[in-house]
């Protein structure tokens, strides 16, 4: 694995450093309030738990599993939806945590539909931005990070649904995906 990694982006440290930062904030904001967290799987099922624990509120947890249609790595922003919510949302303080926003397409998808079924509110908590995203005129809470345009991996992020259990966020060597051999 080692070999496949061009560099750390990202350390364990600063990653744990981050978490603990954004779920203060949240314990400031949501004082008070019931709220539900909304993973949106499977990249965003580390930093939904590592959140999770660091949060001092009692929160409930669900999960949305998305896919964008059309070939390709690039996101099309049409969505299917692969799981939805067990949870009914009207009237409930909605948090969505996700893992990274690249073209925010997906994102955009996934806020209207949840807006769509009444919640008493709704925001966003994105461990990793990409700059394409700033383009999107999506309001996001919370943000870990602004990378840049490279692919990452770790920390729930894949290439071909390897590397997500890496501890921090790093870069492909080329030669994984690049097809030039090693
Ligand atoms: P959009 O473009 O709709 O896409 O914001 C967001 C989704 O695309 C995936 N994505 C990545 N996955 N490394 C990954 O492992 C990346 O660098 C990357 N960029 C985008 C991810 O599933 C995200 O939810
Ligand atoms: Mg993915």
Known sequence: MGRDLAKVLIT?????????????????DYAG????LVGVLKGAVMVMAD???????PVQMD???????GAGTKSSGVVRVLKDL???IAGRHV??????????LTLSWLLQNLKSRDPASVEVCALLRKPEAVKVPIDVRYV????????VIGYGLDYAERYRNLPFIGTLAPHVYGGEGD
Request: glycine share 6%; charged share 35%; proline share 2%.
């Open 63 to 69: 999960w949305m599993a998305v896919s964008s249609y």
């Open 12 to 28: 364990e440290e600063e990653l744990q450093g981050k978490i603990r930062e954004l779920a203060a904030r949240i314990d400031a």
């Open 86 to 88: 067990d949870t009914d």
């Open 144 to 151: 870990g990070f602004d990378i840049p345009n490279e692919f």
């Open 33 to 36: 309030k019931d709220l539900l």
């Open 95 to 104: 948090l969505v945590v996700e893992d990274i926003i690249d073209s925010g």
């Open 51 to 57: 959140i999770a624990r660091a949060l001092r509120l």
